[in-house]
């Protein structure tokens, strides 16, 4: 029997659908120096694992978007868990560093469907602070999958290999699946777009062209960048550096994470209050007090695990008040597109994941220098875009819903 928009068990599947592509992450992370070990390949080789997979994600996220416009959210889910269930099965059989950085590409594609289309059940079902509401709790649900999966992948690592956290991906492909196919009804609208290149090009064009797409879009990616450049370094920099064990560093990764439930219960709280403006403007200004603190303490010397791991925990609480409203004010005006604009949400954010992770792998001093001067950067630029091309966007438009 399919869920009924209210109830909580759809909230949880929407939250876990909405954190397949943190899964792919966080679980590799803890991964990396035992697949360098038995593979016999360089770090920087594994490594590439995350690049490949961010780009796989940000491909996909291009295509999810308008093939569940076309045909339909629950067709598209069940055709991205099957890829992701094949793909799973593909890494855990990987023989060699190359094969398995290419098997990664492929999960990214697939695992990319999840983000796409459950933002896009949001926008079918919600709009506004109703949207951003629901896109806050689904965060909830969200930010125990960065907790949970690098301790699983530990303990999976110590029990039976590397290969083990792969089998637990595929196993999550299918139960996802399982749950798709029995619980989910189907959301999108009736009348269903059309997926001609021409179309679709012409539909990311007019949202790219769209002020108030573009200029959320702009302020999540500026918040973004300290997300990714702590996924790029901080098992280097902890690991190495700090003296951390493999086991403590999934333990401080999960205390990361708990920074950004808390911060998510409290913005699915207060955004019927204050409304999105006010949300956004504070959490992109204490994303970047952290940041500069963080920063502040890798350039004096620091070199304890807590100079990194606190200042983070702030930064992650800050940016639960960036993400889900700044994805609600991008998608709101655009009910009949919902899939494209979901998709080029995602692909910006992990084509930029990709990016940032590769030029931190490149700039690693074997310090936290580099990882805190991209966080102080991430909070300052996202203070920079809200204060700037978010309003100039909000007055443009003659609607400042939500704000003050």
Do not use: K
């Not at 491909?59 to 999810?64: E, T």
């Not at 590409?105 to 919600?126: C, E, F, K, N, Y």
């Not at 629901?134 to 649900?141: D, E, G, H, N, R």
């Not at 994805?327 to 692909?347: E, H, N, R």
């Amino acid at each position: 029997m399919p869920l009924s928009p209210s109830s909580v068990w759809l909230t949880v599947l929407l939250g876990l659908l909405l954190a397949l592509t943190p899964l792919g992450t966080d679980s590799f992370l803890p991964a990396m120096p035992a697949i360098a070990r038995d593979l016999g390949a360089e770090p920087a080789l594994v490594q590439l694992g995350l690049t490949t997979y961010f780009l796989g994600v940000a491909a996909g996220q291009l295509a999810w978007g308008p093939f569940s416009d076309r045909f339909g959210r629950r067709p598209a889910l069940l055709a991205g868990c099957a890829v992701f269930l094949g793909a799973s099965v593909g890494c855990t059989l990987a023989e060699s560093a190359p094969a398995l950085v290419a098997m990664r590409l492929l999960q990214g594609l697939a695992m990319s469907s999840g983000p796409v289309v459950a933002r896009s059940i949001v926008r079918d079902m919600h709009a506004h602070e109703q949207a951003a509401r629901l896109l806050a709790q689904m965060q909830i649900v969200f930010g125990f999958v960065p907790i949970t999966a690098p301790l699983i992948a530990g303990a999976l690592i110590v029990w039976s290999g590397w290969q083990a956290v792969f089998a637990f991906h595929a196993a999550m492909a299918a139960a996802l699946g399982a749950a798709v196919a029995l619980g989910l009804a189907e959301t999108a609208p009736g009348e269903r777009r059309s997926i001609h290149p021409a179309r679709i090009a012409a539909s990311f064009g007019a949202l790219l062209a769209d002020a108030r797409f573009v200029a959320p879009l702009a302020t999540l990616l500026c918040a973004q960048i300290g997300l990714y450049a702590f996924l790029a370094n901080s098992s280097f920099a902890l690991v190495g550096r700090a003296g951390v064990t493999a086991a403590g560093y999934g333990a401080l990764f999960a205390a990361v994470m708990v920074g950004q439930i808390v911060g998510a219960f409290y913005s699915s709280r207060w955004v019927g209050r204050a409304g999105i403006a006010r949300m956004l403007r504070f959490g992109t200004r204490l994303c970047a007090a952290a940041g500069v603190a963080m920063a502040l303490l890798a350039w004096s010397g620091a070199s304890h695990w807590t100079a990194v791991v606190l200042p983070m925990m702030v930064y992650m609480f800050a940016f639960s008040f960036v993400l889900p409203h700044a994805t609600a004010l991008a998608m709101t005006p655009f009910p009949q597109s919902a899939g494209a604009a979901a998709s080029l949400l995602g692909a910006g954010q992990f084509g930029l994941g990709a990016v940032v992770s590769a030029a931190l792998g490149v700039l690693y001093d074997g310090t936290a220098r580099p990882m805190a001067a991209a966080v102080a950067l991430a909070g300052v630029t996202a203070v920079a875009v809200e204060t700037l091309r978010l309003r100039w966007a909000r007055d443009a438009s003659g609607s400042a819903h939500g704000d003050d």
